[in-house]
């Protein structure tokens, strides 16, 4: 069974940067592909970025479009998130998930990491 591991998270003051990484664990991974999502207190989950596990695909929130990137590292079955140019409205629970059986349908979730940004 194929978990996935976020870290990276933290407390970082407004303009800064973080790097998020999601890590499978569990078996063989080659999903089709992997997404990072985010949920802040009070409010519904909230798509932020999709990768294609091939790397050639990518697809962002227009809130994110140009202050993050993700990116693959398949020998190492991880997924990051770049994030730059942090704003308070970013502080929330981020969280990937993996589509292995197609491309649209999410089956496997991580249970997430903290991102407070700092005004």
């Known amino acids: 069974q194929v978990q996935l591991v976020e870290s990276g998270g933290g407390l970082v003051q407004a303009g800064g940067s973080l790097r998020l990484s999601c890590t499978a664990s569990g078996g063989t991974f080659s999903p089709y592909a992997v997404d990072w999502y985010r949920q802040a207190p009070g409010k519904e989950r909230e798509f932020v970025a999709s990768i294609s596990w091939s790397g050639i695909n990518e697809v962002y929130a227009d809130s994110v479009k140009g202050r993050f990137t993700i990116s693959t590292d398949t020998p190492k079955n991880t997924v990051y998130l770049h994030m730059n140019s942090l704003k308070p409205e970013d502080t929330a629970v981020y969280l990937c998930?993996?589509?292995?059986?197609?491309?649209?349908?999410?089956?496997?979730w991580g249970r997430g990491t903290q991102v407070t940004v700092s005004a």
């Open positions: 998930a993996a589509s292995t059986r197609n491309y649209v349908t999410i089956d496997v």
